[in-house]
């Protein structure tokens, strides 16, 4: 085992983007949020890290100027109504804050016309007259906790139906109708609705917009702050898995020289620390006003180039020059063609409960120690946007990806509605993905007859059809035996309405033409598998289709309608995956492993070796 191996070996060491991203809550409020992170940087000045911590709704109200109260209270929705009408505006009161203009804007509450949206959520109703024209209406919250309200229109007179003119890019106008969907980007729907809204026009926004003017919980503590000592460390790739890696760690910013010493475990075990070689790491630092204890660390990279194909590596860093050196870890690099049989490591969301995640995949490590890579569908984090967040991941994280390469794709909450800075910025991803995207956000790896394809598939924020000419592209020239793709909203979820139809039917198209075995996905926090797809349906006993997966492995849990096409599914059950490849055999093996070690699914491909038959 490696705990075993590790004890031994550290006794024998001791010596933005111009890219084209549709971010539309950057574009929309641009204005806003640059008046947002001044007032952001006045309260980093005044107020103490102590203060800044314990801001509530009221003390951050408190803190505004009269001008600065004024513009918030005016400045998120702008719309027009073509005749004096009646506005109603409904939010979510769950989290107990009431948006602060809708006094000062003069709205009365109707409690008669509270309603339920998504079976729990209690929506409170204010309303008041406005005349024909332009109405400007006030930011969601100040803590960033409510999603943004719905503002409804009735005619005044109670004649002819009132229009809403929407003079924000990006939003539209429904018809309100029980079981309709009050967001753009959410499968959040109403429940319930008091006739005097029913039939009325409803001013829809982006679920993600959330966030926009946080002022409350927007300062943290990190459990986890920098030291000068080297710790998240982690193994990604950027070039051949064959013969490269990239090895990355933190400090914190009294740390100027890293580096690191690795050596093939053989010839380290025949000689010592003379069979190493010493590489100096190259460092970017990570600015953070949120983190009060912790506002500035280092990651420091080495990038290792030809390595030898099937090769056991050691390595350790040092970050005092030297002078002492963590313990040792180990990994190995693929061979340079398909002869040696391999296993992977396959995940669901984590997102919530980051501690009972971690101990999962240490059960994984524990049990299946040699995994080349674990590969990760997304929603890594809760909150994309919160270092501390990201400090807890790696935490947890870094003991299995110190040895075993990571392989993540993004999803919804890595980037929490916009454009996902530090999830770039914390991994070392190939830049072969879409010339369209940033680099990072697309990418692929081949490991021997293995074909991995990372895509991102938050359609609200990056068009599907930027990833479609290159998917298209890779997925044809590549030779692999096995073609897998990994990206993070399902196209067949395991309950009905959160399908995702927009990325569905533009890449399902090219999974089918270049016969992708599997997709691994993830989202919809449920434990799923679909008999192979091809063309939305079902195939025959006979024929090559792509089978869908669903995996969860945080905390956070969703109920479960199967599909007519679902081969398995289970709820409340948080699973690893592990896939066994042999390519001397021409096998692929799949797992899927509850938390007390059982075995819930399993199912087995066989391709002819040396052929590029479709089973």
Known sequence: MR???????????????????????????????????????????????????????????RFLTRDERDYLGTSFSHFRVDRPAVIYVAFDASYGETPFWLKDQKFSR?????????????????????????????????????????????????????????????????????????????????????????GLPVLRSYESWELVSRFVGYFRETRYPSSSRPDHLQLTWQGDPATSATVQWRTDNSVEKSRLWVAPKNRFLARGNRAGQRKNATYTELHSRQVVNDPVVRLHRVVLRDLQPATDYLYAVSTDDGKSWTSPREFRTAASSPVEPFSFVYLGDPQNGLDQWGQLIRQADFEF????????????????????????????????????????????????????????????????????????????????????????????????????????????????????????????????????????????????????????????????????????????????????LVAVSGTKMYEQELPEFAAFGAVNTRTYQVIDVDPLSGSLKYRAIDDNGNVIDQFALRKPVNTQARR
């Open 369 to 548: 120690p040699h995994a080349r890579f674990y590969m990760i569908a997304g929603d890594l984090i809760d909150h994309g946007q919160e270092q501390d967040n990201w400090d807890q991941f790696f935490h947890e994280g870094s003991s299995v990806f110190d040895r075993s390469m990571v392989v993540p794709a993004l999803g919804n909450h890595d980037s929490h509605g916009g454009h996902p800075t530090l999830y770039l910025k914390q991994f070392a991803l190939p830049a072969n993905g879409s010339e369209q995207l940033d680099a990072g956000r697309t990418y692929h790896v081949t490991y021997q007859d293995l074909l991995v394809v990372v895509m991102d598939s938050n359609y609200h924020l990056v068009e599907p059809e930027l990833q479609a000419e290159w998917l298209d592209r890779v997925l044809g020239e590549s030779e692999a035996r096995w073609k897998v793709v990994i990206y993070h909203h399902p196209f067949y979820a395991s309950r009905e309405g959160r399908d995702n139809k927009p990325i569905r039917d533009v890449w399902g198209p090219i999974f089918d033409k270049h016969h992708v075995d599997i997709a691994f996905q993830g989202h919809d926090h449920a434990y799923m598998r679909t008999v192979p797809m091809r063309g939305n349906e079902p195939v025959a006993a006979d024929e090559q289709g792509t089978i869908y």
């Open 110 to 198: 109707r409690t008669e016309l509270d309603f339920i949206v998504d079976e729990e959520d209690p929506y409170h109703v204010w309303s008041k007259q406005v005349e024909a024209g332009q109405v400007n209406l006030g930011v969601p919250s100040l803590s960033g906790e409510l999603k943004p309200y719905l503002v409804f229109a009735g005619a005044l007179d109670g004649k002819a139906p009132v229009t809403i003119t929407p003079l924000i890019e990006g939003v539209d106008v429904q018809i309100a109708e029980v079981g309709g969907l009050p967001f753009i980007d959410d499968n959040d729907y109403f429940n319930t609705l008091p006739q005097a809204l029913v």
């Open 3 to 61: 705990l075993f191996s590790n004890l031994t070996l550290t006794l024998l060491l001791l010596c933005f983007c111009g890219i084209a991203v549709a971010d539309v809550s950057g574009n929309v409020h641009r204005d806003l949020e640059e008046r947002v992170s001044r007032i952001i940087a006045r309260m980093s000045e005044d107020l103490s890290p102590k203060e800044r911590i314990a801001l509530t709704a009221d003390s951050a109200a």
